[in-house]
């Protein structure tokens, strides 16, 4: 399964709203769905699983949501330390190579 | 305090190997699923491979029989050997604590370098 994240870079002002794409190229069960943000230097961080379940410690403007083939992630209002490369992931368990990521989107604040 | 501290990463030629650790505290390696994920130089992250609590164990395309993954309940440390390494293996590569469908926590990475 593919995961194809769009924009590849998205630049908005702080307190902005910002909505980032995810299409697989199969159906994904919302289960098998997360979202992750990485800084520099620093290894990824489970934001979302289950297509719209925070993890814990995370904010709640971040939010996800989708089902089938269209996910998104949304951060309602943009912070300065909400600059990062954001992932989204399937699980198929069907498959022996069974996780997959995007190839991720940039979020700059201006 | 869950901390997973990979090392091991280095330069080496193609065609060599090499063996990564990742020393876990705070939770059990042989209970849990867990993972190695590598990240390229351009940003793509690529699970690389996973090691079920019971003993089962599953490949990417891209590295099956050259890579081999293990632990150690003993030392709580999960291994990644890496053989055959060739120039596309370069990456930083994180062990990661799954929780099957996706990755809750990662260390912090060990570079391997293939290149003459």
């Known amino acids: 399964i593919v995961l194809t994240q769009s924009p590849g870079t998205l630049s908005l002002s702080p307190g902005e709203r910002a909505t980032l794409s995810c299409t697989t190229s199969?159906?994904?069960?919302?289960?098998?769905l997360a979202w992750y943000q990485q800084k520099p230097g620093q290894p990824p961080r489970l934001l979302i699983y289950?297509?719209?379940s925070r993890a814990p410690g995370i904010p709640d403007r971040f939010s996800g949501s989708g089902f089938g083939t269209d996910f998104s992630l949304t951060i309602s209002r943009l912070e300065p330390e909400d600059c990062a490369v954001y992932y989204c992931?399937?699980?198929?368990?069907?498959?022996?190579?069974?996780?997959?990521f995007g190839q991720g989107t940039k979020v700059e604040i201006k | 305090e869950v901390q997973l501290v990979e090392s091991g990463g280095d330069l080496v030629q193609p065609g060599g190997s090499l063996r990564l650790s990742c020393i876990v505290s705070?939770?059990?390696?042989?209970?849990?699923?867990m993972s190695w994920v590598r990240q390229f130089p351009g940003q793509g992250l690529e699970w690389v491979s996973v090691?079920?609590?019971?003993?089962?164990?599953f490949y990417a395309d891209s590295v099956k029989g050259r890579f081999t993954i293990s632990r150690d309940d003993s030392a709580n440390t999960l291994y990644l050997q890496m053989n055959s390494l060739r120039a596309e293996d370069t990456a930083v590569y994180y062990c990661?604590?799954?929780?099957?469908?996706?990755?809750?926590?990662w260390g912090q990475g060990t570079l391997v370098t293939v290149s003459s």
């Open positions: 289950g297509a719209s």
């Open positions: 090691l079920y609590s019971g003993g089962r164990t």
């Open positions: 992931q399937q699980y198929d368990d069907y498959d022996d190579s069974r996780w997959t």
């Open positions: 705070g939770f059990p390696v042989r209970t849990n699923y």
């Open positions: 990661a604590k799954n929780n099957l469908p996706y990755f809750d926590q």
């Open positions: 199969q159906t994904v069960s919302n289960t098998y």
